[in-house]
């Protein structure tokens, strides 16, 4: 075993914690934001999360929004851990056929996203995406989840393209979906922190994950979501 593979497993092993990631993941539940109640629920978990790691500029509501939190195109969800909320995270959809032509990433990455994506297909972007602080312990379970919500979105909608401003330190993570960076890291709106934007073909997983070996490290993580 090479040195990218012992990494890749120890990686592995501090993600899924041994055999126990199904049973662990029972313990939370996920749910669509729709009332005004849990909007401000995922607006104070997204402050608190960045607050603490000081990536944005105190607020005195104690809330983190933006424009696109009341864009039709633009889905919330909110991750619990044995009933407490502890996470969040939106998509933003793309659709022509839809009329949805506005996300975030068209104004922060509008050359990336122009000059390497097929606008002729749907994509969805990934973003205020946070687990607080105090639960990172089962924070790596709590973003399975939301990604397999993620995932329904997707599906739903016919994506091909999934997209994510992310930090060098979160890369990792993300290959386990097959993400690859096509940006510099460049400031984001409201935010301390310079992210990069990474691609996914969503379009292309079935595919993807196929060529995988199954004894690969990462092929029960990518099942979980995926399935």
Same mark, same amino acid.
């Given at each position: 075993?090479?040195?990218?593979?012992?990494?890749?497993?120890?990686?592995?092993?501090?993600?899924?914690?041994?055999?126990?990631?199904?049973?662990?993941?029972?313990?939370?539940?996920?749910?669509?934001?729709?009332?005004?109640?849990?909007?401000?629920?995922?607006?104070?978990?997204?402050?608190?999360?960045?607050?603490?790691?000081?990536?944005?500029?105190?607020?005195?509501?104690?809330?983190?929004?933006?424009?696109?939190?009341?864009?039709?195109?633009?889905?919330? +969800?909110? =991750?619990? !851990?044995?009933?407490?909320? &502890?996470?969040?995270?939106? $998509?933003?959809? /793309? %659709?022509?056929?839809?009329?949805?032509?506005?996300?975030?990433?068209?104004?922060?990455?509008?050359?990336?996203?122009?000059?390497?994506?097929?606008?002729?297909?749907?994509?969805?972007?990934?973003?205020?995406?946070?687990?607080?602080?105090?639960?990172?312990?089962?924070?790596?379970?709590?973003?399975?989840?939301?990604?397999?919500?993620?995932?329904?979105?997707?599906?739903? +909608?016919? =994506?091909? !393209?999934?997209?994510?401003? &992310?930090?060098?330190?979160? $890369?990792?993570? /993300? %290959?386990?979906?097959?993400?690859?960076?096509?940006?510099?890291?460049?400031?984001?709106?409201?935010?301390?922190?310079?992210?990069?934007?990474?691609?996914?073909?969503?379009?292309?997983?079935?595919?993807?994950?196929?060529?995988?070996?199954?004894?690969?490290?990462?092929?029960?993580?990518?099942?979980?979501?995926?399935?």
């Amino acid at each position: 075993m090479n040195e990218n593979q012992l990494n890749k497993t120890s990686f592995a092993k501090r993600v899924i914690k041994g055999d126990d990631v199904l049973f662990e993941i029972e313990k939370f539940s996920c749910y669509r934001v729709v009332t005004e109640a849990q909007k401000k629920i995922a607006y104070s978990l997204r402050y608190k999360a960045y607050i603490a790691d000081n990536q944005i500029e105190p607020r005195a509501s104690g809330l983190f929004f933006d424009e696109y939190d009341d864009k039709e195109n633009s889905f919330t +969800y909110i =991750v619990e !851990y044995n009933g407490e909320p &502890i996470g969040s995270i939106r $998509a933003c959809v /793309y %659709s022509k056929d839809l009329g949805w032509l506005d996300i975030p990433a068209f104004h922060v990455y509008k050359d990336s996203v122009e000059g390497g994506l097929d606008l002729n297909k749907s994509f969805m972007e990934i973003n205020k995406f946070v687990i607080l602080s105090e639960y990172r312990r089962q924070s790596t379970r709590g973003k399975l989840r939301l990604f397999r919500k993620m995932v329904s979105v997707a599906r739903k +909608y016919g =994506v091909y !393209y999934v997209l994510a401003g &992310i930090k060098a330190s979160q $890369a990792r993570f /993300y %290959s386990i979906l097959f993400f690859e960076k096509i940006s510099d890291f460049k400031d984001y709106p409201l935010l301390k922190f310079k992210p990069a934007l990474f691609v996914s073909k969503f379009g292309d997983y079935d595919r993807l994950y196929d060529e995988q070996p199954k004894e690969e490290v990462f092929s029960g993580i990518r099942r979980y979501i995926l399935e």
